[in-house]
DNA sequence: CTGCTCTGC
DNA sequence: GGTAGCAGAGCAG
């Protein structure tokens, strides 16, 4: 909108858009620009792009504005502050250590080559239309690249191949390269199934031979074992080892030696983009805020730093200017959480959704039981039709892995956010039982024998992998030939790691609410109100049941597009209130008893939740009445079943459950009946609409 | 401590 | 037509 005076001639909106995808050394990066903002424009996607993009231009604004405000005091105290710190980091440097970081040249792609040498030479990605994870080098020539989506790379690159991802594979030849690695360094960190990062201290020293010719020696076995080619990067931290592995690829490396002078060189003209941790969102703000573009900059504005952002941020902008990074190899870490999430098309059926909650909780379930986890601390991820991601979580006091147990607390995190249109849910598990506090300080020794003790039993075995995505799972990956006992000398530890450093800077900044804390809040008033309705049916129904089908038609695509424009005069309808006469009774009811009596409020509304469930449906309404039963048993020994959520519903209990622990049982059930029933439950659906 | 958002690959 | 899945860390309350 503003902008352009001068400028040449015509806007070219496209240059604005920038995607984390479309900052690529294409053939023709204009064209690359204007095919991606032409297919983006005008979709959902494309609008959340913009609302998030301007919110981080405020983000940049607010932050600008403070740093105006300060003083000269203010500065000069900061300056101190800052001078302070980089003498302290500085204390810090350690220039003994040599780390390599390998990293496989288009990894994916070029094991699909492998397996399929026809494919050699020509545009590939790997990928669906929706989504790309890697593309072959002919392929980046047109500008696609990982994270793209396929229908922009196929416009991009009309002749691109696009081959399905095939995650057994790239393990396999994965492990195949982390066999090498071994024999560098066995307690090398994974950071993926493509990038590793060695301490090749040792072995430089046991044969007295530089790093450069460690990283050819190692190189060339990584290609005579897989047939796939590297690049690597030598450097005295693994922060620097990460850059420089990206310097001379594909199958290149860039050594940079241990030598304070090499390494300050070497940094001060890096743009700050390059350092791992620091992506689209940090650069802007660096950027927009104190005009940051390189880390040698950091080190001249660090009073500012050190005045707008936190320590931990502040520390380590510093050191990215200092070039300082990990160096040792941390003790064996655990997975923090583990989760999985699934991408549909976009629905507010809430028999879908929780089809979909079910789905999710049981690969999670399946997830966890492979690794023997459990864990207290359920996340419920959410992404709206129009993009924008909720996340809810509960904390519960015991320790859930089986999948009805999920889902049950799932459920009931997502009834809350009823009625809403979805397009993406998932669930995240943490504060595992095992991890005890991350092993504070101790020898190695202890933490293998604690792992080994502990879950690990059900690990994987030796090469039984498979493991989409999560490279976390390979946690502890021991090599075949070695036993796992053998461990004495800590050997045979091998984790994965994903950073180089730390990383995630910067989620202050917004000091106090920017503008869109406002209107989320407004939204939240939003939902609450209108999720009642829905929300209490939803209580109702025994998740397995209604998941198993739901005879949904057409309806639900007419209201699809926005369901918040649906939502909201739903949610104000007076005439909820006369629907439901028995609510603020039931309010007191819970208030002041907890025993609770169910009974059928005009013969067909259940008096605690609002479910609705006619006469007929005997069984369902046995079922019904077991359910709330056990809903009360459960929420006394999960105490706190404050879902953190909403004081929302009051007319259902707070921590109601959608227990289903028995469920399967009377499966056996008629099904038939099951299907009307389900459907009249949404009242926004079904016929009786009001 | 918990829940949630942010960030990145 | 159409934009993934996973995980760790910081921070407000």
């Not at 077991?626 to 020994?637: G, M, N, V």
């Amino acid at each position: 909108m503003e902008e352009s005076e001068s400028a040449s001639d015509k806007p070219r909106p496209w240059q604005s858009y920038h995607t984390v995808y479309t900052n690529a050394k294409a053939v023709d990066q204009e064209k690359v620009q204007k095919v991606v903002y032409e297919m983006s424009k005008g979709s959902k996607y494309f609008e959340n792009e913009e609302r998030k993009e301007a919110f981080i231009r405020q983000k940049i604004e607010h932050m600008r504005a403070r740093a105006d405000k300060l003083s000269a005091a203010d500065l000069s105290h900061y300056q101190k502050d800052a001078d302070k710190r980089i003498l302290e980091l500085e204390s810090t440097r350690d220039l003994s250590r040599i780390w390599l970081h390998v990293d496989m040249d288009a990894f994916y792609a070029a094991v699909e080559t492998l397996s399929n040498p026809s494919l050699k030479g020509k545009p590939m990605a790997v990928g669906s239309m929706s989504m790309i994870s890697t593309a072959n080098y002919e392929a980046r020539k047109f500008g696609v690249r990982a994270a793209m989506p396929g229908f922009i790379a196929r416009k991009l690159c009309p002749d691109l191949i696009f081959v399905p991802t095939d995650f057994k594979k790239y393990t396999y030849y994965s492990d195949l390269t982390r066999k090498v690695f071994w024999d560098y360094d066995p307690n090398f960190m994974a950071a993926s199934l493509d990038e590793a990062y060695v301490d090749i201290t040792k072995v430089c020293e046991e044969r007295s031979i530089t790093g450069a010719e460690i990283a050819e020696e190692l190189r060339s076995r990584v290609y005579e074992e897989t047939g796939l080619t590297c690049s690597a990067g030598v450097a005295p931290n693994r922060l620097l080892a990460k850059v420089c592995s990206d310097i001379n690829k594909p199958n290149g490396q860039f050594v940079l030696p241990n030598d304070r002078m090499a390494v300050m060189t070497f940094i001060s003209s890096l743009p700050i983009r390059k350092i791992g941790g620091i992506g689209k969102v940090t650069e802007n703000i660096l950027k927009g805020v104190f005009g940051v573009s390189t880390c040698e900059e950091m080190l001249q504005k660090g009073s500012f730093l050190c005045a707008l952002f936190s320590h931990s941020s502040a520390d380590f902008f510093l050191s990215v200017g200092l070039g300082l990074g990990g160096t040792d190899t941390p003790e064996v870490r655990f997975r923090k959480s583990i989760s999985s999430e699934r991408t549909f098309s976009a629905t507010e059926d809430a028999a879908l959704l929780y089809q979909k909650l079910a789905n999710i909780a049981e690969m999670l379930s399946a997830d966890m039981q492979k690794e023997g986890l459990s864990g207290r601390t359920l996340t419920l991820k959410l992404k709206t039709a129009s993009f924008e991601v909720r996340t809810r979580a509960v904390t519960l006091q015991k320790y859930i892995s089986l999948s009805d147990d999920i889902l049950k607390h799932a459920s009931n995190l997502l009834k809350a956010e009823l009625p809403i249109s979805l397009r993406l849910i998932g669930l995240r598990v943490s504060h595992f039982n095992e991890d005890k506090g991350g092993v504070p300080g101790d020898p190695k020794q202890k933490t293998l024998t604690t792992f080994l003790i502990s879950g690990d039993a059900s690990r994987r075995t030796g090469d039984d992998q498979r493991f989409l995505g999560s490279d976390l799972s390979d946690l502890h990956f021991i090599s075949e030939k070695e036993t796992a006992i053998s461990l004495d000398d800590n050997e045979t530890c091998h984790h994965e790691f994903g950073d180089p450093f730390e990383r995630k800077h910067l989620s202050d900044i917004d000091d106090k609410n920017c503008i869109s804390s406002i209107n989320a809040c407004e939204m939240e008033k939003i939902d609450e109100l209108s999720s009642n309705k829905t929300a209490a049916m939803v209580n109702t129904a025994d998740v397995k049941e209604w998941t198993t089908k739901s005879p949904k038609r057409d309806l639900s695509r007419v209201s699809e597009d926005d369901s918040s424009v649906q939502r909201e005069p739903e949610g104000s309808n007076p005439d909820r209130l006369n629907k439901e006469p028995s609510t603020s009774g039931n309010e007191e009811f819970f208030s002041s008893n907890q025993m609770e009596m169910l009974f059928w409020v005009d013969d067909y509304k259940c008096s605690l939740c609002g479910a609705e469930l006619p006469s007929s449906f005997v069984e369902e309404r046995q079922e019904h009445s077991d359910f709330h039963l056990a809903e009360r048993i459960q929420k006394e020994e999960s105490g706190t079943g404050s879902s953190s959520l909403i004081p929302r519903l009051r007319i259902v209990p707070k921590d109601y459950s959608g227990s289903q622990n028995r469920r399967k049982k009377h499966k056996s059930s008629p099904k038939q009946g099951m299907h009307l029933p389900i459907d009249s439950f949404f009242t926004k659906k079904g016929s009786r609409q009001l």
